[in-house]
């Protein structure tokens, strides 16, 4: 399996000094700061929720930033959202976020290579993945990222992942052994980190 190149994206320094900033400048002046891979994207990805997910669903946002996709979907009316990210200054930028807008969503500083306690019916994941793959230890963190994922999803539960850098056929390749593919929704070009071009793409698994 051909790998991307060691990038920043991939160290958790790189996460910490970004959200130091967006911190800041949510402070100063209300930015949230970055929308990855854009507000398109994640409208699609909120449709597709809307369109299958309960609204009592407990959903968690892997690696969530900002916590932008959760705030949007506790907008859309789901009521049992957590997000977990691994830079804490993302985790206290997401929830000065939602403290503002009155939404109730349940945030904690964790790695998801080091486990996430909890069973959830859907995990979502968009540009986490990405991220951990642009670390030079890409092998194991890519085998602890599944393992964890696939240990706290329920039976019959969804996990949703948008990645810029690598393609369906890729994805399926790597989560082969974890995860089966159930469904798919194609978001235009983004580029990310490592590679330039390509598509950027939300699929969905079930567990094997
Ligand atoms: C490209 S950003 C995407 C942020 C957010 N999901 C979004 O769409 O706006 C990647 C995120 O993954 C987080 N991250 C990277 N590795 C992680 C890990 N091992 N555990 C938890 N979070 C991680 C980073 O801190 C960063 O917030």
Redesign the pocket.
């Known amino acids: 399996m051909e790998e991307l190149q060691e990038s920043k994206?991939?160290s958790?320094k790189?996460?910490?000094d970004?959200?130091k900033v967006e911190m800041a400048n949510f402070q100063d002046h209300g930015d949230p700061?970055?929308?990855?891979?854009g507000e398109d994207t994640?409208e699609r990805i909120i449709k597709w929720m809307n369109d299958t997910v309960a609204k009592d669903s407990k959903i968690v946002?892997?690696?969530?930033?900002?916590?932008?996709?959760l705030i949007e979907l506790a907008a859309e009316g789901y009521t049992n959202l957590f997000g977990?990210?691994?830079?804490e200054d993302?985790v206290t930028l997401a929830k000065s976020i939602a403290l503002e807008r009155h939404f109730k969503i349940d945030y904690s500083i964790?790695?998801?290579?080091?486990g996430l306690k909890g069973q959830f019916d859907i995990i979502?994941?968009?540009?986490?993945y990405?991220?951990?793959t642009l670390?030079a230890n890409v092998k194991e963190?890519r085998r602890k990222?599944l393992e964890n994922v696939r240990n706290c999803l329920n039976e019959s539960g969804f996990f949703m992942i948008?990645s810029g850098n690598w393609t369906q056929d890729e994805l399926n390749e790597h989560f082969k052994n974890y995860f089966v593919c159930t469904d798919s929704i194609p978001i235009p070009q983004f580029k990310?980190g490592g590679k330039t071009g390509g598509v950027a793409t939300s699929v969905i698994y079930r567990k094997l």
Not at 33 to 37: D, L, P, Q
Not at 64 to 69: A, E, I, K, S, V
Not at 110 to 114: A, D, F, K, R, W
Request: hydrophobic share 35%; charged share 20%.
């Open positions: 994206l991939g958790k790189f996460w910490d970004r959200y700061g970055e929308i990855w891979y994640v946002d892997i690696g969530c930033g900002n916590g932008m996709l977990i990210d691994y830079s993302a964790c790695n998801i290579l080091e979502h994941d968009k540009g986490t990405d991220a951990i670390h963190f990222y948008t990310f």
